[in-house]
């Protein structure tokens, strides 16, 4: 089936179904504030820059996360590698203690680092930018490290693997 909508007032459940056809990988923001951690699952990030290295991540403004990096102006971005889909889940859920039972330390900039993930990020905020719903933290990136483990993919809704393509 194929959706094509043309319409100049696209409706929300159009382009949710539409923007549901990109895959992407999972991350789970977090920041540390008035000595709570913070945190919640998102699939909007990207690399911005190399010089300096930059990412954005995209939290909706109705969130307890989104006013804590608002106000702490750092945040960690952790990649979910594929058997992290539970924890995805209950990063995604509001109002819960998010890190009770959840194995993490603290970074070099403060902020909670969830432990054996695909990779981490710690970033200073650069600016806050508002689009619809969301804030939009363009961050420079602090330090970095990756692990050799494989992402946990979502695609329609739906958690599931990355499969090299010709394999």
């Not at 999972?26 to 990412?55: C, H, K, Y």
């Not at 102006?73 to 959840?102: S, W, Y």
């Not at 695909?118 to 692990?147: I, K, N, P, W």
């Amino acid at each position: 089936m194929s959706t094509n909508h043309t319409d100049m007032n696209l409706d929300r459940d159009t382009f949710r179904h539409v923007v549901g056809h990109f895959t992407s990988g999972v991350t789970i923001i977090t920041t540390r504030q008035d000595e709570t951690n913070w945190g919640i699952t998102a699939s909007a990030f990207s690399s911005v820059s190399l010089e300096p290295p930059m990412v954005l991540v995209c939290v909706n403004k109705n969130t307890g996360t989104c006013h804590a990096i608002s106000k702490a102006k750092t945040f960690g971005v952790n990649i979910l590698q594929e058997n992290q889909g539970e924890l995805a889940r209950k990063f995604a859920q509001p109002h819960t203690d998010k890190f009770q039972g959840t194995d993490f330390a603290y970074g070099e900039l403060g902020v909670p680092l969830i432990e054996d993930v695909l990779a981490h990020f710690e970033c200073d905020v650069v600016e806050e930018v508002t689009g619809g719903t969301h804030s939009v933290f363009l961050a420079e990136v602090r330090r970095a490290q990756a692990y050799e483990k494989a992402p946990l993919a979502y695609y329609r809704g739906k958690f599931g693997q990355f499969v090299e393509a010709g394999k």
